[in-house]
């Protein structure tokens, strides 16, 4: 892979590596040929990437309860917690937009057309993406490695202390290992799902998840916070190295290579500027989170860190699964002159997505304290701690349903080849979230709960304006089809919210022990009972159409099949652990 100096002395120079090195094909026993099976509809590639997701949230979860655990007992273990997760941050910047930005983007048509016309090409044309991007990214990397400190004493505010600098940049050089191996590992990834194969991508996000445990276990009492960062290289190392078998098997061979003039290579960088700049908004998104925070002193990206984790998981598992289902669909309807077929495809997406969206963020919003203190509440966890990221989680709580319904309207614009539209949206959201944060931290001393607030305003002001956008483009977005089922259901949520609320106060405070888990679990399970039940019923009263979504899904699965089977959209899966912190 360090071949840098060969290949720009001979950018026409290739290597093709010999099989008889490692035959990896061994590795896959017939017990395990489960492993390679093809998927041949994107409804089956669907259902394991939403597996995967699952999978992977609460595997993620659990980790940082672990950390918790090992990293909570005193102050200073809090701080050294915080700062490994601000560690994450350039890292995982650098993955996103040199590598991911790129695959996603580019590299999984122009792979897939190419291979279906000639295989090999296809390889070797793999081969110099990969090498160029690892240049990139080596060059950088090697540029971050050298000025981390600087980098991190410029991106955090003045009450982040001195100590934790020093961890975020010796963690910061640590993980830059994880990244270069987790860009050789979508590439994999890549190729794999060119080929439709999706289930050993999806276990290799668990396995990752799986390394930062053993990193943990093994080293936390020699190397303390540290541990957690040879644990993410580690994770990362397998989760390349557990799809190298299936890849090669399929044919791949790794090359020496970086002719730049190859067919595909051009196009494939003429691609990537969109997507590298929408994901860039997001990453700067990101550092300016850690900026605020660390500015305002007493672990506050900690508590927002953890509260922004529990926010995302209903928009992945509601709003990221049936987007990516509808996509197709959306294309197909996008290319008739009538668009009122896109029209109703999009709306009722809209309200399947609103109809799981709401309850979930009424639950999130009602037991706030109970789900805070079963995800995080480990026994050195702080009870302060826990009350403040609590009420982080009800203040995003509110804006879960329309950042999920967000992941379907960027889509539709996908659908209708629009793609810079979600572009100016995204970078017009950052600007107003900048100037949100900086007037609820710097002028309103309104503390971490403003950079809450901003989160939450721009969610919504991002929602409307698309909405808007999509409605100049295919008009029937802003009328009575879209806001009279939306009404009935955030009227059925507040009843629900009311509804759950009683019982919620009377269980916890004489019936349930709650400083017992296993009371605690009882109380939220019972009260969150009560509280769908409820839902339901106002589903029902209101006659909203939607109460019947999982029949009609069972039903739509069944019909979908063969146009789903004869599309040929691809899914990418993000294995990177940066949590979408929207």
């Not at 050298?146 to 003045?158: C, K, N, Q």
């Not at 190729?191 to 930062?212: D, E, H, K, T, V």
């Not at 789900?371 to 989680?393: E, K, M, N, Y």
Request: hydrophobic share 55%; aromatic share 14%; charged share 15%.
């Amino acid at each position: 892979m360090y071949q840098e100096t060969l290949l720009l002395a001979n950018p026409n120079f290739s290597y093709n590596m010999p099989t008889v090195m490692i035959t990896f094909s061994k590795l896959l026993s017939s017990n395990t040929q489960w492993l390679e099976k093809q998927q041949t509809s994107i409804l089956s590639a669907a259902s394991i990437i939403t597996v995967a997701t699952i999978a992977s949230a609460i595997s993620g979860l659990l980790i940082k309860r672990y950390l918790l655990s090992l990293f909570s007992a005193t102050p200073v273990a809090q701080e050294q917690l915080e700062a490994f997760w601000i560690a994450f941050q350039i890292p995982d910047m650098m993955f996103q937009l040199i590598v991911l930005g790129a695959l996603s983007a580019a590299f999984i048509p122009i792979f897939t057309s190419k291979k279906s016309k000639n295989l090999q090409e296809a390889f070797t044309m793999s081969s110099i993406m990969m090498n160029t991007l690892l240049f990139i990214f080596i060059m950088i990397g090697l540029g971050v490695f050298i000025f981390a400190r600087e980098i991190t004493v410029l991106r955090t505010g003045e009450e982040f202390k001195p100590h934790q600098i020093d961890i975020v940049t010796n963690l910061t050089r640590i993980m830059i290992v994880a990244q270069f191996f987790f860009a050789i590992s979508n590439f994999l990834t890549g190729i794999l799902q060119s080929f439709q194969r999706f289930i050993m991508p999806a276990l290799s996000s668990i396995i990752y998840n799986l390394g930062i445990v053993l990193g943990v276990y093994f080293l936390s009492d020699t190397m303390g916070i540290y541990s957690a960062g040879v644990g993410v290289v580690l994770g990362a190392f397998l989760h390349m190295f557990i799809q190298f078998p299936l890849v090669l098997k399929l044919g791949f061979r790794y090359q020496f290579n970086l002719n730049w003039r190859y067919a595909g290579i051009g196009e494939f960088f003429r691609l990537m500027p969109p997507r590298v700049m929408a994901i860039g908004a997001s990453e700067i998104r990101k550092l300016l989170l850690g900026f605020f925070t660390t500015s305002l002193g007493n672990l506050s990206f900690l508590n927002m860190y953890l509260a922004l984790n529990l926010m995302v998981i209903p928009i992945r598992f509601f709003g990221t699964p049936i987007s990516q289902a509808a996509l197709p669909f959306l294309s197909e309807k996008s290319e008739e002159k009538d668009k009122e077929l896109f029209k109703k495809l999009v709306l009722r997406s809209l309200h399947q997505i609103a109809f799981l969206a709401l309850p979930a963020s009424v639950l999130l919003l009602i037991l706030r304290v109970p789900v805070v203190r079963l995800v995080f509440g480990v026994v050195d966890f702080p009870w302060a701690a826990t009350l403040v990221t609590s009420r982080l989680v009800a203040v995003v709580a509110i804006s879960i349903t329309v950042q999920a319904l967000v992941q379907l309207l960027i889509r539709a614009f996908y659908a209708l080849k629009d793609t810079r539209t979600p572009l100016y949206v995204s970078l017009f959201d950052l600007l107003l979230y900048f100037l949100l944060c900086g007037g609820m931290v710097f002028y309103l001393n309104w503390g971490v709960m403003g950079i809450a607030v901003a989160t939450t305003i721009t969610a919504f002001v991002e929602f409307f304006l698309l909405l808007f956008l999509l409605n100049k483009k295919v008009s029937g977005f802003t009328h009575q089809e879209f806001w009279v089922p939306q009404i009935k259901m955030v009227t059925a949520s507040f009843f629900m919210a009311v509804f759950l609320y009683l019982p919620f106060k009377i269980l916890d405070e004489l019936v349930f022990d709650t400083s017992r888990t296993i009371e605690l679990i009882g109380l939220t399970i019972t009260t969150g009972s009560i509280g769908m039940l409820v839902y339901i019923y106002f589903a029902a009263l209101f006659d909203i159409h939607e109460l019947k979504l999982i029949t009609n899904l069972v039903y739509s699965f069944d019909k979908w099949s063969k146009p789903l089977a004869a599309s040929k959209e691809v899914l990418l899966d993000s294995t990177s652990d940066a949590d979408d912190l929207t």
